[in-house]
Nanobody, 123 residues
Framework: QVQLVESGGGLVQAGDSLRLSCAAS????????MGWFRQAPGKEREFVAV????????IYADSVKGRFTISRDNAKNTVYLQMNSLKPEDTAVYYC????????????????WGQGTQVTVSS
């Protein structure tokens, strides 16, 4: 089992920045690819970003590319999502997730999920 706890969400204005954190406990953190997903009201959960076990490679959704940065610190068992130039359409509950797959963009390939943290961007 892997337990994931997100933090860092909040209410910000368009153009602001936020950094989300996801602290992991349980099994060896570095064995898992780590992803961030989000779900807006009335919409399906969508992929945001993923980082490989070592942190060397990343993939981003087109909608956040150039604005968001995913990173991880395996010594601290934590994955981060730095979000810059936030837009109202970024408003959602953000979830981190762990996958035994190296680098997946598919939510069904993730084995463990956090409870989510709300990000609200006002215009």
């Amino acid at each position: 089992q892997v337990q994931l706890v997100e933090s860092g969400g909040g209410l910000v204005q368009a153009g602001d920045s936020l950094r989300l954190s996801c602290a992991a406990s349980g099994r060896t953190f570095s064995n898992y690819g780590m992803g961030w997903f989000r779900q807006a009201p009335g919409k399906e959960r969508e992929f945001v970003a993923v980082v490989t076990r070592s942190g060397a490679s990343t993939i981003y959704a087109d909608s956040v590319k150039g604005r968001f940065t995913i990173s991880r610190d395996n010594a601290k068992n934590t994955v981060y999502l730095q979000m810059n130039s936030l837009k109202p359409e970024d408003t959602a509950v953000y979830y981190c997730a762990a996958s035994v797959a190296t680098m997946s963009v598919r939510n069904y390939e993730y084995d463990y999920w956090g409870q989510g943290t709300q990000v609200t961007v006002s215009s």
